[in-house]
């Protein structure tokens, strides 16, 4: 009996090892399978968001939510990352043999007015390393042109209070934005103009001739989100940057309550960029009912578009040989940043 037991016992041992060889297999194997599966979503995503937004908007309405929403949901964060790195999509870049305006406020003139919906009353007002259309009649700017050189010179001090602009007989106070439900949203941002120029430059953004109403969501993630990139991310790789940025009036007359201040439909931005001889132009626009975790690059829009929605002429003294091309195509991705610049990108969206 000891001995046939004895026997038993390795049949016992190899078939238990039997068992493990044959589960590691089915591990390894449905690893790999999980792995190519992943891989291929991220892929067709990716594609799949690359595409303009007319088409996007088009061919998810199209297709049944089962498939739609999944591709968004991972192709947003994977394209994301790749157009970070450099690695998929593609700008709006042309050469310009013209030195790049290193230290003044605009690259190509302030924004001239072309028609509707753009009012017939703006007025620029100079605040320094920035300036304002100004539109009496709404409340709020139309445009608003700022510049941010690539290295920064100060830290970001505490925040002002915002302040009434005694220059501007129809500058709204504060206490005119209290319960409205909207953000007191800057234009010209408080931390790039902080970072650059310092303490006497922050203040001035915090005047109301500087602020225009903005629902929390827009402004607080997207619109957020897109100042910290030019501030943080885009100077450190592409140098200087020129913005223009402002708010499309309201088309149904909505106003803040007892105020007149015209509650705007949307919001834009328009970034350039010079690289020795490469210009680099990218457009960006955005409702006021964005969602809170929207990405960015969902809002691109090529200049030429923007035009048609603002009533305004942007970039107005650069040659019509650059400006044409330059205006009428649509990047796929919003710029690249430095590659040791990937995870603080990452870390702005969770900020």
Request: glycine share 8%; hydrophobic share 40%.
């Amino acid at each position: 009996m000891p001995a046939s037991r004895k026997r038993k016992s390795p049949r016992k041992k190899r078939s238990a090892k039997g068992k493990k060889g044959y589960s590691r297999r089915v591990a390894g194997i449905t690893a790999v399978v999980f792995a190519v599966f992943m891989t291929l979503w991220a892929a067709i995503g990716s594609w799949y968001v690359h595409h303009p937004r007319r088409w996007l908007e088009r061919h998810s309405e199209g297709l049944p939510g089962i498939l739609a929403q999944p591709l968004l949901w991972i192709g947003e964060p994977v394209g994301d990352l790749l157009d970070a790195m450099g690695l998929a999509g593609h700008d709006a870049v042309y050469e310009y043999d013209v030195e790049a305006p290193s230290g003044e406020i605009t690259f190509a003139g302030v924004p001239q007015r072309i028609g509707p919906p753009a009012p017939d009353d703006i007025v620029v007002i100079d605040k320094g390393e920035f300036k304002v259309g100004w539109s009496p009649s709404l409340r709020h700017p139309v445009w608003c042109a700022y510049h941010v050189p690539a290295h920064s010179s100060f830290e970001a001090g505490k925040r002002p209070s915002f302040m009434k602009d005694r220059t501007v007989a129809t500058s709204p106070t504060s206490s005119n934005y209290d319960k409205s439900g909207y953000d007191r949203g800057h234009m010209v941002p408080n931390y790039a103009i902080a970072t650059r120029f310092g303490a006497e430059m922050q203040r001035n953004t915090f005047f109301m001739t500087n602020i225009a109403p903005q629902s929390p969501a827009l402004n607080r993630g997207v619109w957020r989100e897109v100042e910290h990139r030019i501030a943080d991310l885009w100077t450190a790789r592409w140098g200087e940057i020129w913005v223009i940025v402002g708010a499309i009036p309201s088309a149904s007359g909505e106003t803040l309550s007892n105020s007149g201040i015209d509650v705007p439909e949307k919001f834009y931005q328009v970034m350039v960029a010079q690289e020795g001889m490469d210009v680099r132009a990218q457009a960006v626009v955005y409702d006021q009912s964005v969602g809170w975790r929207a990405w960015p690059t969902r809002g691109l829009v090529t200049i030429d578009e923007l035009e048609q929605m603002t009533g305004l002429d942007f970039l107005p003294e650069l040659p019509e040989f650059i400006q044409s091309p330059l205006e009428a195509e649509l990047p796929s991705r919003l710029w690249p940043v430095r590659f040791r610049d990937i995870f603080r990108k990452i870390a702005i969206r969770f900020k």
